[in-house]
């Protein structure tokens, strides 16, 4: 049985990229393996968070982890900052970090690219990110293209805490999904579908209302031939809804595109439409269930224990391995 690590940020509701191209894939993986799932809202407030909306969208994203399938009976589902230990490897970390490796890390330069008073957590929450992973003996961490920098650097710094004070760290393997690792944006498909966008018609909510997933999808970029045709460099915008279509049906794309053979964008993008609701709409039925319930919390405080037992158990073992603190060994 292997483990796995995941994390979310609770900055905004989560797209239907984030559920095709990441949690969709959490609910299969937790039959076979160990799986911690972590709302991680430290990371969050590395830019500016206002408190009862960052409380609200931890509590959301919790709602929205067990609605789409997550059961807290086979994984560990529990919020970071409920577990001191990520906050206590990250400095250890941060301590075996090199200050040129994290000023190459692409996101930090793209966040802080022309602004002032740019928060040094920035450029130091990729260790933050190790320890998160490495307190688990994660195995494998499921993400999407624009972390694989980030898990390189985990597993450099894994590697060489390993080397120079004790070989306590597995090393994680990253896994990325070979379909919907990435849905583009519905207004500009080059780029990823993201909840950061302030455009709302870029993307779809998981707890957008029905008329308004139909609206957006009707209303999706893709080009002047009227050809549902899969083809990422030439037709981007046709070749996102294939992916979000086949992945909210299990059709594949070749039996997609034989569907539409003398169709036009109408007919497929209203089919897309009603595929992506009919996948929705009960995550979001379960998630009404929860979101103000007492199971929640019982159910986050059963993770929150959980976790802090097996992370503290690796904390105390790279502190020893440091020579932190005063046991001899």
């Known amino acids: 049985m292997k483990t796995i690590f995941s994390g979310i940020q609770p900055s905004g509701t989560l797209t239907l990229g984030n559920y095709l191209g990441a949690m969709k894939h959490f609910v299969d993986l937790q039959h076979e393996n160990n799986c911690y799932f972590c709302i991680v809202d430290q990371h969050a407030i590395t830019v500016p968070q206002e408190k009862l909306t960052l409380k609200k969208n931890i509590r959301s994203l919790a709602a929205l982890y067990l609605a789409v399938g997550i059961d807290h009976n086979k994984s560990t589902l529990f919020i970071q900052s409920e577990v001191p230990a990520h906050a206590q490897l990250g400095w250890i970390m941060q301590c075996v970090s090199y200050i040129g490796e994290l000023e190459r890390m692409t996101q930090f330069k793209d966040k802080s690219a ?32 624009d ?78 031939e009227n050809e549902v045709r899969f083809d990422k460099e030439n037709k981007p915008g046709v070749a996102n809804l294939l992916s979000i279509y086949s992945l909210c049906t299990g059709e594949s794309i070749d039996s997609l595109e034989n569907k539409y053979v003398g169709k036009g964008y109408g007919d497929f993008k209203s089919d897309v439409a009603e595929a992506v609701v009919s996948v929705i709409k009960p995550i979001q039925e379960r998630y009404y269930e929860l979101i103000e319930s007492e199971e929640l919390d019982v159910i986050l405080d059963h993770g929150a224990e959980k976790a802090n037992k097996e992370a503290f158990k690796m904390l ?5 391995a440091m020579g932190l603190g005063r046991k001899r060994r």
């Open 114 to 145: 022309g602004k002032e008073g740019v928060s040094s957590a920035l450029l130091t929450y990729p260790p933050l990110m190790a320890a998160d992973i490495l307190l688990y003996g994660t195995d494998i961490v499921p993400v999407g293209e």
């Open 316 to 320: 105390k073992k790279a502190e020893r």
């Open 147 to 224: 972390q694989k920098q980030h898990l390189e650097l985990t597993r450099d710094l894994a590697e060489r805490f390993n080397k120079k004070y004790n070989d306590i760290f597995t090393i994680p393997e990253v896994k990325i999904p070979k379909v919907g690792a990435r849905i583009m944006s519905l207004t500009e498909p080059t780029k990823k579908m993201s909840k950061s966008n302030p455009n709302p018609k870029s993307f779809i909510s998981m707890l957008d209302e029905e008329k308004t997933i139909i609206k957006k999808i009707k209303s999706a970029v893709t080009d002047s």
